[in-house]
């Protein structure tokens, strides 16, 4: 009877072919993976995954990153496990999501403020659209915790339930934001800078780190509340808030410098510009995300 495979040549040959040799040159690769199958356990009643069944996914997991022990390691193993057994539609996968998660949707549901009368249907939803046939779960990437991921899917639905039925609650920081001045597009309709300025802000936009271009759709485009936004990102509301302050300095400095440069304007001109753009940059940041992508 041949010997089993190792670890690692599981974890390869899951990999693309391009990769395979880089991944394989880590050291003590088998250990390595040995101890993230180990950490791969499930709630009762579902069972721990196949050495096969979970390496192979882990490989989908990091193909696309650079090959390091840590790469593996940070990965929740046991978050993987139960996702991937319930994307599979395997019953006591299910069982056990439901009987430790349920949880985490309700109290998503109640972050985003969903009426009493709404939270069966989104609880509802939600399941669906993560256990099959939906099978949201397989998209699950590990590399935060399953239970974070969990809440911000569960907030993003419920988002999207409110807007369809029309009923969403309202929240007092979006109207304090939309209050602190007049209609920027307005404001610069009329003048010579608009689409001056609307270029320097969609390439500062651009160039801001993949992660807070996220965190600026969820606020903007999706209208998520500071609350929201600190459930989608597992922080404290007031770390969620000073992260949308640096990325609201971070824009202004970027169109400080594209719009002097474009347009060559004054400082006396320009400061007056500004004053406008700290005061509405949310309506203009929510107008250009909903635009759609340029071409390259």
């Known amino acids: 009877m041949p010997d089993a495979p190792r670890p690692a040549e599981v974890f390869c040959a899951a990999l693309p072919e391009p990769v395979r040799a880089a991944w394989a ?3 003590q690769l088998d250990a390595i993976l040995e101890r993230a199958h180990a950490g791969a356990q499930m709630p009762t009643p579902a069972a721990a995954p196949s050495l096969l069944r979970h390496l192979s996914s882990v490989a989908t997991r990091v193909a696309e ?40 949707i309700d109290h998503a549901i109640g972050r985003a403020r969903a009426p009493a009368h709404l939270v069966d249907d989104i609880r509802q939803i939600v399941l669906a659209k993560l256990l099959p046939p939906g099978r949201k779960l397989a998209r699950y990437g ?15 639905e419920s988002i999207s339930v409110l807007r369809s039925a029309e009923a969403p609650a309202l929240d007092e920081d979006a109207v304090a934001e939309v209050a602190a001045g007049g209609d920027l597009e307005l404001s610069f309709v009329k003048g010579t800078y608009r689409e001056q300025f609307r270029e320097a802000l969609r390439v500062t936009f651009e160039a801001l780190d993949p992660e807070d271009r996220a965190v600026l759709r969820y606020r903007f485009l999706d209208g998520l509340t500071l609350d929201q936004l600190a459930v989608v990102l597992g922080v404290h509301r007031a770390t969620g808030a000073r992260w949308l302050a640096r990325l609201r300095d971070e824009l202004v400095r970027g169109v400080r410098t594209r719009l002097c440069d474009a347009i060559g304007v004054d400082r006396g001109e320009f400061e007056g510009m500004l004053a406008l753009v700290r005061s509405n940059l949310e309506i203009t940041i929510g107008g250009l995300l909903r635009e759609p992508p340029r071409g390259p």
């Open 65 to 104: 990153v650079l090959p390091s022990a840590a790469a593996i390691e940070r990965l929740d193993h046991a978050g993987i496990a139960l996702a991937d057994a319930c994307a599979d539609g395997e019953p006591r996968a299910v069982a056990a999501f439901t009987r430790v998660h349920l949880a985490d």
């Open 142 to 156: 590990g590399t935060g915790a399953l239970q974070n991921w969990i809440r911000a899917v569960t907030v993003r």
């Open 25 to 27: 040159a880590i050291d």
